[in-house]
Protein backbone atom coordinates (compact mmCIF):
# COMPACT_ATOMS: atom_id res chain seq x y z
CA UNK A 1 0.00 0.00 0.00
CA UNK A 2 2.70 2.61 1.11
CA UNK A 3 6.72 2.12 -0.35
CA UNK A 4 9.20 4.23 0.94
CA UNK A 5 12.70 4.16 -0.44
CA UNK A 6 15.85 5.83 0.69
CA UNK A 7 14.19 8.86 2.44
CA UNK A 8 15.73 12.00 3.28
CA UNK A 9 14.43 15.29 4.03
CA UNK A 10 16.46 18.60 4.25
CA UNK A 11 15.80 21.76 5.00
CA UNK A 12 17.72 25.37 5.12
CA UNK A 13 17.57 26.86 8.32
CA UNK A 14 19.44 29.95 9.28
CA UNK A 15 21.92 29.36 6.26
CA UNK A 16 22.84 26.13 7.79
CA UNK A 17 21.48 22.37 6.13
CA UNK A 18 19.07 20.93 9.02
CA UNK A 19 18.47 16.98 7.90
CA UNK A 20 15.20 16.00 9.63
CA UNK A 21 15.05 12.42 8.13
CA UNK A 22 17.77 10.28 6.20
CA UNK A 23 17.47 7.25 4.32
CA UNK A 24 14.15 5.97 5.33
CA UNK A 25 13.33 2.91 3.87
CA UNK A 26 10.10 0.53 4.98
CA UNK A 27 6.80 -0.63 3.43
CA UNK A 28 3.34 -1.01 4.78
CA UNK A 29 1.15 -3.45 3.26
CA UNK A 30 -2.54 -3.52 2.81
CA UNK A 31 -4.51 -3.72 5.72
CA UNK A 32 -1.47 -3.03 8.56
CA UNK A 33 -2.21 -1.00 11.43
CA UNK A 34 1.35 0.87 11.69
CA UNK A 35 2.27 3.16 14.98
CA UNK A 36 5.42 5.42 14.14
CA UNK A 37 7.09 6.76 17.55
CA UNK A 38 9.77 8.72 18.62
CA UNK A 39 10.56 11.54 20.93
CA UNK A 40 9.53 14.75 19.69
CA UNK A 41 12.14 16.43 16.73
CA UNK A 42 12.38 12.33 15.65
CA UNK A 43 11.25 13.79 12.47
CA UNK A 44 7.32 12.00 12.91
CA UNK A 45 5.06 14.33 11.63
CA UNK A 46 7.72 15.41 8.53
CA UNK A 47 7.26 11.25 7.26
CA UNK A 48 3.57 11.37 7.78
CA UNK A 49 3.79 14.60 5.47
CA UNK A 50 5.50 12.65 3.27
CA UNK A 51 3.78 9.54 2.77
CA UNK A 52 0.90 11.78 2.01
CA UNK A 53 2.54 13.46 -0.89
CA UNK A 54 1.93 17.19 1.24
CA UNK A 55 5.44 17.31 0.87
CA UNK A 56 8.34 16.47 -1.51
CA UNK A 57 11.46 14.68 -0.46
CA UNK A 58 14.85 16.00 -0.85
CA UNK A 59 15.94 12.49 -1.81
CA UNK A 60 14.11 9.09 -2.15
CA UNK A 61 11.05 7.95 -3.03
CA UNK A 62 7.06 7.22 -1.62
CA UNK A 63 5.09 5.20 -3.86
CA UNK A 64 1.66 4.82 -2.73
CA UNK A 65 -0.67 1.86 -4.25
CA UNK A 66 1.99 1.69 -6.75
CA UNK A 67 2.37 5.38 -8.10
CA UNK A 68 5.69 7.37 -6.93
CA UNK A 69 4.23 10.36 -5.90
CA UNK A 70 7.59 12.51 -6.37
CA UNK A 71 6.56 11.93 -10.16
CA UNK A 72 3.40 13.66 -10.64
CA UNK A 73 2.15 16.88 -10.70
CA UNK A 74 0.21 18.64 -8.11
CA UNK A 75 -3.19 18.17 -9.28
CA UNK A 76 -2.50 14.77 -9.76
CA UNK A 77 -1.22 14.09 -6.18
CA UNK A 78 -4.41 16.31 -5.22
CA UNK A 79 -6.67 13.83 -7.11
CA UNK A 80 -4.57 10.57 -5.48
CA UNK A 81 -5.03 11.84 -2.18
CA UNK A 82 -8.45 12.86 -2.21
CA UNK A 83 -9.45 9.43 -4.03
CA UNK A 84 -7.21 6.91 -1.54
CA UNK A 85 -6.51 8.49 1.90
CA UNK A 86 -7.79 9.86 5.16
CA UNK A 87 -6.29 12.05 7.18
CA UNK A 88 -7.05 12.82 10.99
CA UNK A 89 -4.82 15.65 12.72
CA UNK A 90 -4.41 16.11 16.74
CA UNK A 91 -6.45 19.54 16.37
CA UNK A 92 -8.94 18.27 14.60
CA UNK A 93 -8.93 21.01 11.73
CA UNK A 94 -12.91 20.83 11.69
CA UNK A 95 -14.58 23.30 9.29
CA UNK A 96 -16.12 26.20 12.60
CA UNK A 97 -19.17 27.34 10.33
CA UNK A 98 -20.18 24.01 9.43
CA UNK A 99 -22.36 21.58 11.18
CA UNK A 100 -20.68 18.32 12.44
CA UNK A 101 -22.63 16.26 9.37
CA UNK A 102 -21.97 19.05 7.01
CA UNK A 103 -17.95 18.94 7.56
CA UNK A 104 -18.48 14.70 7.21
CA UNK A 105 -19.89 15.29 3.74
CA UNK A 106 -17.55 17.86 2.24
CA UNK A 107 -14.82 15.33 0.78
CA UNK A 108 -17.59 13.64 -0.77
CA UNK A 109 -19.37 16.35 -2.05
CA UNK A 110 -15.87 17.03 -3.55
CA UNK A 111 -15.98 13.93 -5.02
CA UNK A 112 -19.37 14.64 -6.46
CA UNK A 113 -20.96 11.55 -4.72
CA UNK A 114 -23.81 11.36 -2.76
CA UNK A 115 -23.27 13.08 0.74
CA UNK A 116 -26.42 13.04 3.52
CA UNK A 117 -26.96 9.31 4.05
CA UNK A 118 -23.18 8.11 3.96
CA UNK A 119 -22.83 11.20 6.35
CA UNK A 120 -25.47 10.25 8.77
CA UNK A 121 -24.40 6.52 8.64
CA UNK A 122 -20.75 7.47 9.60
CA UNK A 123 -21.68 10.01 12.06
CA UNK A 124 -23.61 7.04 13.82
CA UNK A 125 -20.65 5.02 13.44
CA UNK A 126 -18.83 6.82 16.21
CA UNK A 127 -21.65 7.55 18.53
CA UNK A 128 -22.88 10.99 17.23
CA UNK A 129 -25.99 10.48 15.37
CA UNK A 130 -27.94 12.96 17.51
CA UNK A 131 -25.51 15.64 16.88
CA UNK A 132 -25.38 15.98 13.42
CA UNK A 133 -26.78 19.33 13.68
CA UNK A 134 -24.24 20.63 16.33
CA UNK A 135 -21.45 23.13 15.06
CA UNK A 136 -18.03 22.20 16.34
CA UNK A 137 -18.21 25.18 19.08
CA UNK A 138 -20.99 23.19 20.62
CA UNK A 139 -18.83 20.22 20.58
CA UNK A 140 -16.18 18.31 23.14
CA UNK A 141 -12.90 17.85 21.91
CA UNK A 142 -13.52 14.10 21.95
CA UNK A 143 -16.99 14.84 19.51
CA UNK A 144 -14.81 16.71 17.20
CA UNK A 145 -12.60 14.47 17.03
CA UNK A 146 -14.95 11.16 16.38
CA UNK A 147 -16.26 13.64 13.76
CA UNK A 148 -12.64 14.27 11.69
CA UNK A 149 -12.82 10.14 12.19
CA UNK A 150 -16.58 10.22 10.45
CA UNK A 151 -14.68 12.29 7.70
CA UNK A 152 -11.52 10.92 7.38
CA UNK A 153 -13.57 7.53 6.44
CA UNK A 154 -16.43 9.15 4.50
CA UNK A 155 -14.42 8.72 0.76
CA UNK A 156 -13.55 5.31 1.94
CA UNK A 157 -9.79 5.70 1.76
CA UNK A 158 -7.50 2.72 1.22
CA UNK A 159 -5.11 4.43 3.52
CA UNK A 160 -5.90 6.89 6.50
CA UNK A 161 -2.60 8.72 8.23
CA UNK A 162 -3.71 10.26 11.49
CA UNK A 163 -1.20 12.42 13.60
CA UNK A 164 -1.56 12.57 17.03
CA UNK A 165 -5.10 11.83 16.89
CA UNK A 166 -5.22 11.25 20.70
CA UNK A 167 -2.93 13.92 21.93
CA UNK A 168 -5.36 16.54 22.74
CA UNK A 169 -7.62 14.48 24.77
CA UNK A 170 -8.08 12.96 28.19
CA UNK A 171 -7.23 9.58 29.09
CA UNK A 172 -11.16 8.21 29.16
CA UNK A 173 -12.10 10.03 25.63
CA UNK A 174 -8.61 9.01 23.90
CA UNK A 175 -9.35 5.16 24.80
CA UNK A 176 -12.62 5.92 23.33
CA UNK A 177 -11.01 7.02 20.10
CA UNK A 178 -8.60 4.23 20.03
CA UNK A 179 -11.39 1.78 20.07
CA UNK A 180 -13.03 3.43 17.04
CA UNK A 181 -9.89 3.47 14.84
CA UNK A 182 -9.05 -0.37 15.35
CA UNK A 183 -12.44 -0.89 14.74
CA UNK A 184 -12.66 0.39 11.78
CA UNK A 185 -9.45 -0.99 10.23
CA UNK A 186 -10.73 -3.67 11.29
CA UNK A 187 -14.30 -3.98 9.91
CA UNK A 188 -13.29 -1.94 6.64
CA UNK A 189 -9.50 -3.08 5.77
CA UNK A 190 -8.23 0.52 5.68
CA UNK A 191 -4.51 0.70 6.19
CA UNK A 192 -3.77 2.68 8.98
CA UNK A 193 -0.54 4.66 9.59
CA UNK A 194 -0.51 6.75 12.88
CA UNK A 195 1.76 9.09 14.60
CA UNK A 196 1.75 8.74 18.19
CA UNK A 197 3.34 9.53 20.92
CA UNK A 198 0.17 7.75 23.24
CA UNK A 199 1.84 4.45 24.42
CA UNK A 200 -1.38 2.94 24.88
CA UNK A 201 -2.70 3.60 20.81
CA UNK A 202 0.92 2.24 20.21
CA UNK A 203 0.79 -1.37 21.64
CA UNK A 204 -3.13 -1.70 19.52
CA UNK A 205 -1.30 -1.43 16.42
CA UNK A 206 0.33 -4.42 15.12
CA UNK A 207 3.43 -2.67 13.89
CA UNK A 208 5.64 -0.31 15.40
CA UNK A 209 8.44 1.51 13.47
CA UNK A 210 10.48 4.07 16.15
CA UNK A 211 12.75 7.11 14.96
CA UNK A 212 15.13 8.91 16.29
CA UNK A 213 17.46 12.00 15.03
CA UNK A 214 15.72 11.21 11.47
CA UNK A 215 16.81 7.56 11.26
CA UNK A 216 14.37 4.16 12.02
CA UNK A 217 16.11 2.49 14.87
CA UNK A 218 13.35 -0.01 15.37
CA UNK A 219 10.79 -1.89 13.21
CA UNK A 220 8.97 -4.57 15.23
CA UNK A 221 5.82 -6.47 14.61
CA UNK A 222 3.19 -7.29 17.83
Do not use: W
Amino acid sequence: MLRCASLTKTYLSGGRRLTVLKDITFTVEPGAFVAIVGPSGSGKTTLLGLLAGLDRPTAGTVHLDGEELGALDEDRRARLRAEKIGFVFQSFQLIPTLTARENVQVPLELRGEPSAERAAELLGRVGLADRGHHYPAQLSGGEQQRVALARAFSSRPRVLLADEPTGNLDARTGAGIIELMTGLNRDLGTTLVLVTHDLELAARARRTIRLSDGEIVGDTAA
